[in-house]
């Protein structure tokens, strides 16, 4: 079946089967890679995206509840990490292997879009679902905090 799905910006035409997982079809079929599998059951985070500004779990969202919406993915924060999160968790070095940086960063660009200066209860709370194998969650934490002063400046 035909979807017209709008991810960063551009549209995209995909014939997929209703019920696929979107993050099959960004990655797949479209070829963004930046979003990760991770555990395939929305536990993880790993596979986070926003879906009109909302984060969601790709890895258990069908591509037809995409359609009509606006799909932002890794790929479509910035061209050249300059979004004030991707600043912060590079001047904080955030990641270690980096494999759930995408999804903990998607996290974060939600949290700070409901909450632009959040507390560190909020921050634990909203990112509570997003797991980091590495345990890099205090450099997290702290990325979180410059890119809401980054966004203020």
């Not at 551009?10 to 979107?22: F, G, I, K, N, S």
């Not at 990655?27 to 985070?45: E, M, P, S, V």
């Not at 409901?114 to 934490?141: K, V």
């Amino acid at each position: 079946m035909a979807f017209r799905l709008n991810v960063n910006g551009a549209a995209y035409d995909v014939d997929v089967e209703p019920e696929t997982p979107l993050l099959w079809v960004l990655r797949d079929t479209i070829g963004l890679t930046g979003t990760k599998f991770g555990c395939g059951i929305a536990q993880c985070g790993a596979c986070t995206v926003h879906i009109d500004g909302q984060a969601v779990r790709s890895c258990v969202t069908s591509v037809d509840s995409a359609v009509g919406y606006e799909v932002t993915t890794i790929e479509g924060l910035s061209e050249d990490n300059s979004h004030p999160v991707q600043r912060a968790w590079i001047e904080h070095t955030a990641p270690q292997c980096g494999y759930c940086q995408s999804g903990q960063i998607m996290a974060a660009v939600a949290l700070l879009m409901e909450t632009p200066n959040p507390s560190d209860s909020d921050i634990d709370a909203a990112m509570a679902g997003n797991l980091c194998r590495c345990g890099t969650y205090q450099r997290i934490r702290r990325a979180i905090h410059r890119a809401a002063e980054l966004s203020q400046a």
